[in-house]
Nanobody
Framework: QVQLVESGGGLVQAGGSLRLSCAASVSGRTFSSYHMGWFRQAPGKEREFVTAIRWGGGSTVYADSVKGRFTISRDNAKNTVYLQMNSLKPEDTAVYYC?????????????????WGQGTQVTVSS
């Protein structure tokens, strides 16, 4: 079982930065055995993949829309994954969710993530 709690969302002007955190409570397995991902959902749109990081932290993958602006990282000692968001754009406005996957491979698919946080709102004003 994994419980995830996101924090760090808020209102920021275009061009600004935010850092999201996702703290995990894990039972039965270690946090370091899960791939971790960030997804987002804007009003009226489907949830979409943002980025993910391999359980050991050695590999990451990004959506083209955030590549070069967002950085995912994790601290397995703290059971926490982070999303540093720079050069924010109004189109980045969404509820951001972190999720945990026990898939064999690092994946972008929402269906491979069994555990989800409640989400944190990010609003970017123009």
């Amino acid at each position: 079982q994994v419980q995830l709690v996101e924090s760090g969302g808020g209102l920021v002007q275009a061009g600004g930065s935010l850092r999201l955190s996702c703290a995990a409570s894990v039972s039965g397995r270690t946090f370091s055995s899960y791939h971790m991902g960030w997804f987002r959902q804007a009003p009226g749109k489907e949830r979409e993949f943002v980025t993910a990081i391999r359980w050991g932290g050695g590999s990451t993958v990004y959506a083209d829309s955030v590549k070069g602006r967002f950085t995912i990282s994790r601290d397995n000692a703290k059971n926490t994954v982070y999303l540093q968001m720079n050069s924010l754009k109004p189109e980045d406005t969404a509820v951001y969710y972190c999720a945990a996957s026990s898939s064999v491979v690092l994946t972008r698919s929402t269906f491979q993530y069994a555990y989800w946080g409640q989400g944190t709102q990010v609003t970017v004003s123009s």
